[in-house]
């Protein structure tokens, strides 16, 4: 294991292109190997099938988590039409393979406009959803019939970008490929599910891959966690720094030496700040993240104390 390091050494935020085959939990335990920390936690999930942006933060950039824009999403998709699943996607056991032999594919962008905007959608039964104390997957692993409640999501952009005609498993099918704009809590096993049901031939996810999480995108990925079949001990990732961080993420003010030791006891400045939050710097450290107060303003969260 690799030797453990200062707090301050590994604090930070990682941003990963998961591979597939693995879980984001396990992305979580290998980074905490590479690192040598065990405080590290991630926004937002992606399936074992899917690929794509993980967003981590390390040591006190876990406190920055819960702060940052990250609603906004972007993926890249493949629905396979002609074939439903229990999953909604390729790891589950066929429910229904009606075929798209006959499909016409004009009725393609009217189906997807349908599910594009302000929707109320019923969350895939393979989610991480609760129902009476239980996940839903878990249920539906064991064999159970999960209905949950739909909720409003945004679909902000949902574009074709290619179909294809062709056969799985001697079922005519439509691979569909598309990119999708949401907001948090939209799963995209579902847009999957519900366009093949509004077709009247079933669908479901064949990849998923997320190329965007608020103003993070792939090309600020500095980590490929190590695939399921990897040998040895991973290289320790680069971390993005947290006053790095704050820069790109949050309105900025940079303070005083006093007002820095007002900010490490967590003491409310006279200093107004221009939004809720605003990140805190003193000599290129982040401090802290503090809102709008009366004509001062008040902590959110302290990460560097006195």
Not at 18 to 35: D, F, M, N, W, Y
Not at 162 to 190: H, K, L, M, N
């Amino acid at each position: 294991m690799t030797a453990a390091r200062s707090p301050e050494a590994v604090s930070g935020f990682l941003v990963v292109d998961k591979p597939a085959g693995i879980t984001s939990h396990q992305v979580v335990a290998r980074a905490r190997r590479a690192l040598g920390t065990k405080k590290i936690g991630h926004a937002g999930t992606l399936d074992p099938m899917a690929t794509g942006l993980l967003l981590l933060g390390v040591g006190a950039g876990t406190r920055l988590l819960g702060h940052l824009a990250l609603a906004d999403k972007t993926y890249e998709a493949t629905i396979r039409l002609g074939v439903a699943t229990v999953t909604d996607d390729a790891e589950g056991a066929v429910t229904a393979a009606p075929g798209a032999s006959g499909l016409d594919l004009d009725a393609l962008p009217g189906a997807v406009a349908g599910l594009t905007g302000d929707i109320d959608q019923v969350p895939s039964a393979m989610s991480a959803i609760k129902v009476d104390g239980r996940r839903a997957y878990a249920l539906v692993r064991g064999g159970e019939d999960v209905a949950l409640r739909a909720r409003p999501v945004t679909v902000s952009r949902f574009q074709i970008l290619a179909v294809r005609r062709g056969e799985a498993d001697g079922v005519a099918v439509v691979d569909v490929d598309v990119v999708v704009d949401c907001s948090t809590g939209t799963y995209v096993r579902a847009l999957a599910r519900d366009l093949g049901a509004a077709l009247g031939v079933g669908g479901h996810l064949t990849s998923l891959r997320r190329t965007r999480v608020g103003g993070f995108t792939l090309a600020d990925a500095t980590w490929s966690a190590p695939p399921p079949d990897a040998a040895g001990a991973a290289a320790a990732p680069a971390l993005l720094g947290l006053a790095d961080l704050a820069r790109r993420s949050f309105p900025c003010l940079d303070v005083d030496a006093a007002a820095a030791r007002d900010v490490g006891y967590g003491r409310p400045l006279s200093l107004p700040v221009p939004a809720d939050p605003t990140a805190v710097l003193h000599g290129g450290r982040l401090l802290a993240l503090y809102r709008p107060a009366g004509n001062g303003s008040v902590p959110v969260a302290v990460l560097a104390p006195a």
